[in-house]
Nanobody
Framework: VQLVESGGGLAQPGGSLRLSCAAS????????MGWYRQAPGQERELVAD???????NYANSVKGRFTISRDNAKNTVYLEMNSLKPEDAAVYYC???????????????WGQGTQVTVSS
């Protein structure tokens, strides 16, 4: 399974960015998808995730500013980021939990990461 992220870049404080992550490969069923981030010198942390059924979970630091969504037909997850703050700057990683069928079971996959910079 390959996860390809797009949409990172530079935004001003208070600005917006939209990240996308498209999954492809041997996917019998796409379970949870989500976004993590890692700033320099920090541990990777969960930003938001979304279940197959659309239930969402957010880090307290992004609640009310970020919105996660998914398109199951396209195996794609999105992260709409508004009211960006300098502390949101990090490398953002897409995550997917994929069920491959009863023989191979479930696998966890990561994207390559996309840089988000928030600066004036």
């Amino acid at each position: 399974v390959q996860l390809v992220e797009s949409g990172g870049g530079l935004a001003q404080p208070g600005g917006s960015l939209r990240l996308s992550c498209a999954a492809s490969g041997n996917i019998f069923r796409m379970d949870a998808m989500g976004w993590y981030r890692q700033a320099p010198g920090q541990e990777r942390e969960l930003v938001a995730d979304i279940s197959e059924g659309g239930y969402t979970n957010y880090a307290n630091s992004v609640k009310g500013r970020f919105t996660i969504s998914r398109d199951n037909a396209k195996n794609t997850v999105y992260l709409e980021m508004n009211s960006l703050k300098p502390e949101d700057a990090a490398v953002y990683y897409c995550y997917a939990k994929v069920y491959h069928g009863w023989r191979k079971g479930t696998g966890n996959y990561w994207g390559q990461g996309t840089q988000v910079t928030v600066s004036s």
